[in-house]
C-alpha cells in the first residue's frame, strides 16, 4: 500500500464487515490508502522513472529500466472472490481491485516510455492486520520475511510481457 503503513492499526472491524454494515467512510479510508495514496507515489515518482527508462533504454523493459510495483491481495480478484474463509473482506477486496485497475491503466500509459507495472498479491502473509479477523486469518502461508523476498523476485524477474498483470509469488497470472 505504497509503501506507507497507514492501514495499521485499523478501526475495529473495518475491513472484516459485511456489505450492508460497511460505511462510506470505512470505503473512503481505505480506497484513500490504497489507491489515492499509491497514484501519489507513482506520479511523484514518475519522472525519476522516465530518467531511468531513457537512461538504460539499450535494456529490455525491466526493473532496472523503472518498475511500478503494486502490492495487491488475492481478494482483489473477482472471479475467486468471495468469500475469504468465513469473514468478508469488502471494503479491502474492493480498494485492491482498483488499485489492479490503476496498475493495468497506469501500465497502458507507461509503457510507451518503457517502464513496466505490476500488481502483485505476495502470498497470504501472517500479520496483525490478519488476526485482526478475530478468526484463523493471521496464521497466513507466508511469513512477511518470505513475502518480501517473494516481491524482490517478482521485480527481478518482471519482463514487457509481465506489464499490466496481476500476479502471484511465483509470476503466474491471476484473474482479474
Known sequence: SSGINAEWPLRPGEIF???VDTTPEELNHLYNIDVSCTHLVTTSFFPLLKVSASTNSSLPMCAARGLVCNFSS????IELAPPFGSV????????????NMMTKMSAHEFKQDGILCVAVHPGWVKSDM???????FGTGDVTI??????????????TEEHTGMYMQKDLKKLPF
Open 88 to 99: 468478508m473482506v469488502y471494503s479491502y477486496a474492493l480498494a485492491k481491485c482498483a488499485l
Open 17 to 19: 464487515t459485511k456489505v
Open 130 to 136: 490478519g488476526a485482526a479477523a478475530g478468526e484463523d
Open 74 to 77: 488475492i481478494t482483489a480478484s
Open 145 to 158: 520475511d518470505e513475502a518480501a523476498q517473494h516481491m524482490i523476485e517478482i521485480m527481478q524477474g518482471s
